[in-house]
């Protein structure tokens, strides 16, 4: 046996394989921050830490159950809504006012419609079927649709005219962060519960429009969240660089030490999660999720509660989500609504944990590094490439290119949409595959 | 009358326009749904593709000097068709064709889909920049004033020449699209293939070349879409989400797999957008009249605010998987 063949299987084996590829990444990682400087590495570090969390959070509803989610996006801005009602200061024109009031009635007025629809669907027991039960329904849905309207429409235009929005409380932003993930986990928990018995393209397609849905709300729900004025500067749980620059910190340096810390807690969280799910994914949970995405039927034959098993996974992935969404609103210092976008949150995390190996935590974390640093650094290396094609244009005649700057910015997206084309003609799998054991 | 006229302008004529974008977008979902059996995420951005070959063609006519009564959009577009199927086929044999060959699942092309789209996005805005562009930076919209004074009516009913236009080709199209399904041998071994694709092989009908077919009608629909889109509104590179929702949403209502259902799907999508931004006060205010005193209808009386014009569909499009994931005609997505 040649040394080379040797080389090929050692790769093989999955362990070797993710050693070398961290290894390769590690490198890379050190290559981009010795050239981009250290602070804007700590700070593509610290986000790439937050998208890891959200990958994990796919992984266990896609790697593990095999469900299709598309609504990352709208997890994400629900956890970032969160963490600015939690942190932002308090907004003392807003209790002084009568806003409080008013939102008191809107939700009182949510509850009633509520209570319409929930009364119009119980007249099935009556024995209304058919036509008349479906008109009930719709009609019971409008209602409370108009009862909704007429109290928010108000207390909304209050609020914006009186304190613009309902600032916050003013608390600790990790505390932000649980809340985040505990929103995120009751909106799964409706959203799964309405929708996860579609096939997987219809799943697809439904969560998709749901975190449109969302966005639209949050995006123009401009009493809770500003909207599209966005809200900003958001607290850090550790010192931000201007409180080190008071105590005397020179300002170069300040940018790397808060930053530093910022990601000493975040990789905290990230181990912490990542350590739970090693553990959830070796046991006998993690064996009947297998079971259930293999062979859902036999799973249920088995006595396993498949959907209630799906809906599990689908609620504890989004509230990592939730949580890395608020972490990453946090660390950014700012929560624009209008920043959202398909393609940035939820298609680059698919493309994270399928590059990575769907199923695999490690492969997932790999992936989600890779991926983001990829993505941060295909803008400089496009502009480089751009300013020296626009170096031989100009020397053949033909002029410089235009616009550089915004349209480098677009390479990322050509770049994502290759690796994923890639990644599935090539290494459909992921770069480290799920390792399936098959114990005697 | 006046407030006639207000409602045609506003929600019979753009509720039109917008149907048949919907609708022709929605044809190409469902026909790619029926035979290949995935959701082809990437086909707004064909759209937008399309809006853009007709955009260089027209700027390249327009550049040579060349003068039309008709909008330099329209004269394109037979060509912009073609090269946009062209396009199509080459995208299925680069980044589909090589998937199905393998077996794989139609998750994973759904998948590569949305890397396709990504990859068009990101060409189209690495070579276009991101900015806004508009068919008549060089020539004027014409525009249609029909006059009322006969009927009673103070304002015009007002329509726009590429909107005529527009109903036009895209009734041309689809009744084209009817015949082409049900008289000609092909249309015919699509709909075999929609219904069974096993079945319809050992028939002895030749598969590979119903796929072709299907890309190129889907690709050469896209391209009459989004320039449809391109003359009414403007060409944007990033589009895409905006308006492939509302599409699945079309085709879906319709039923997946249903082509007439796409077309009603599309029409209904867009008249339930346009009708639930419509502020019918501006209709009802004659009522006034007839309510007591000190009683008036509020100022905006739509159903929902402008803001959530597209949140519409959304809303329509999840309440159908929900309620009736067949559509309201039997899909052939069983």
Redo the contacts between chains.
């Keep these: 046996m040649s040394t080379a063949e040797a080389k090929v299987r050692l790769l093989d084996r999955p362990l070797y394989r993710g050693i070398a590829l961290f290894i390769a990444l590690f490198v890379l990682v050190v290559v981009a921050g010795v050239s981009q400087g250290t602070a804007s590495m700590l700070l593509i570090l610290v986000q790439a830490t937050g998208f890891a969390l959200i990958a994990l959070g796919l992984n266990i509803q896609w790697g593990y159950g095999g469900l299709?989610n598309f609504a990352i996006m709208g997890f994400m801005m629900v956890g970032g809504a969160a963490v600015t009602f939690i942190s932002y200061p308090v907004n003392p024109a807003f209790w002084d006012s009568e806003g409080p009031m008013l939102l008191g009635r809107a939700l009182l007025a949510f509850l009633i419609g509520l209570g319409v629809v929930y009364a119009a669907r119980q007249t099935r027991r009556l024995g209304l079927r058919g036509f008349g039960y479906g008109l009930l329904v719709v009609l019971a849905w409008f209602a409370a649709y108009v009862i909704y309207r007429s109290q928010i429409d108000p207390a909304a235009a209050y609020i914006e005219s009186t304190a613009g929005f309902i600032g916050g409380l003013g608390l600790n932003p990790v505390l932000g962060w649980m809340f985040g993930g505990l929103l995120a986990a009751v909106i799964a928990f409706f959203v799964g519960k309405?929708?996860l018995g579609?096939?997987?393209?219809?799943l697809?397609?439904?969560t998709?429009?749901?975190s449109?849905?969302l966005r639209?709300?949050i995006?123009?729900m401009d009493w809770l969240t500003r909207g599209t004025m966005s809200v900003s500067p958001m607290p850090w749980p550790t010192p931000l660089p201007q409180a080190l620059q008071a105590q005397g910190v020179g300002i170069a340096e300040s940018f790397v030490q808060a930053r530093l810390g910022f990601l000493v807690l975040a990789v905290g969280l990230l181990v912490i999660v990542f350590y739970f799910i090693q553990r959830a994914y070796g046991g006998p949970w993690g064996r009947m999720m297998r079971a259930i995405r293999d062979n859902h039927i036999a799973a249920s034959s088995m006595g396993k509660d498949v959907k209630g098993r799906q809906l599990e996974l689908f609620v504890l992935g989004s509230v990592l989500m939730g949580v890395g969404g608020a972490m990453l609103v946090t660390f950014s210092q700012i929560f624009d609504p209008s920043g959202y976008q398909?393609?940035n949150h939820t298609?680059m995390i698919?493309v994270m944990v399928?590059v990575g190996g769907a199923g695999n935590s490690w492969g997932v974390l790999l992936g989600s590094l890779l991926i983001y640093v990829v993505w941060i650094l295909s803008d400089p290396v496009a502009q480089l490439i751009f300013l020296n094609l626009s170096q031989v244009t100009q020397n053949l005649g033909w002029g410089a290119i235009p616009?550089i700057d915004?349209?480098a910015l677009?390479?990322?997206?050509?770049?994502?949409?290759?690796v994923?084309?890639v990644a599935?003609?090539f290494a459909?799998k992921g770069l480290i595959p799920e390792v399936i054991r098959h114990d005697r | 009358m006046d407030e006639l006229i207000f409602f045609i302008n506003r929600v019979l004529i753009s509720g039109t326009v917008l149907g048949s974008i919907y609708a022709l977008g929605a044809i190409g979902v469902t026909l790619i749904f029926g035979i290949l059996r995935?959701?082809h995420f990437a086909h707004g951005d064909m759209m937008t593709m399309g809006g853009f070959i007709a955009f260089v063609l027209a700027g390249l006519l327009t550049a040579m000097g060349i003068v039309t009564p008709l909008p330099m959009g329209f004269v394109v577009l037979p060509v912009a068709m073609v090269i946009a199927a062209f396009l199509a086929l080459g995208i299925d044999k680069g980044?589909y064709a090589?998937?199905r060959e393998r077996g794989?699942k139609?998750?994973?092309m759904?998948?590569?889909s949305?890397?396709?789209?990504?990859?068009?996005?990101?060409?189209l805005?690495?070579i276009f920049?991101?900015g806004t562009r508009s068919f008549y930076a060089t020539e004027s919209k014409d525009i249609f004033r029909i006059d009322m004074s006969a009927f009673g009516g103070t304002r015009p009913i007002s329509i726009t020449e590429p909107q005529v236009l527009m109903f036009v080709v895209t009734a041309a199209l689809v009744i084209a699209l009817h015949l082409f399904l049900t008289r000609s041998r092909l249309g015919k071994a699509m709909r075999a293939m929609a219904d069974n694709a096993d079945l319809a092989q050992v028939s002895g009908i030749n598969t590979a070349l119903v796929v072709r077919v299907t890309w190129i009608i889907a690709g050469s629909l896209a391209c009459v879409a989004g320039v449809m889109l391109a003359l009414d509104v403007a060409l944007m590179p990033d589009l895409a989400?905006n308006i492939v929702?509302p599409i699945?949403?079309a085709a879906?209502v319709g039923g997946l797999g249903h082509a007439y259902g796409a077309i009603v799907g599309g029409f209904l999508i867009a008249f339930a957008e346009t009708l639930a931004v419509f502020n019918w006060t501006a209709v009802l205010r004659p009522l006034n009249g007839l309510l007591p005193e000190g009683m008036a209808l509020p100022s905006n009386l739509s159903l929902v605010?402008t803001?959530?014009k597209?949140?519409v569909a959304?809303?329509i499009?999840?309440v159908t998987?929900?309620v009736r994931?067949t559509g309201i005609f039997k899909g052939a997505s069983t």
């Design positions: 299709f309405i929708s579609l096939r997987t393209d219809y697809a397609i439904a998709i429009g749901i449109e849905i639209a709300l995006k123009n398909p393609i298609f698919w399928i616009e915004s349209r677009q390479m990322r997206v050509f770049v994502l949409g290759v994923i084309t599935l003609r459909p | 995935f959701a980044f090589p998937l794989a139609p998750v994973t759904l998948i590569a949305i890397g396709v789209t990504l990859m068009i996005q990101g060409l805005r690495l920049g991101s989400f929702l699945f949403a879906i605010p803001e959530y597209l949140t959304f809303v499009l999840v998987l929900l994931p």
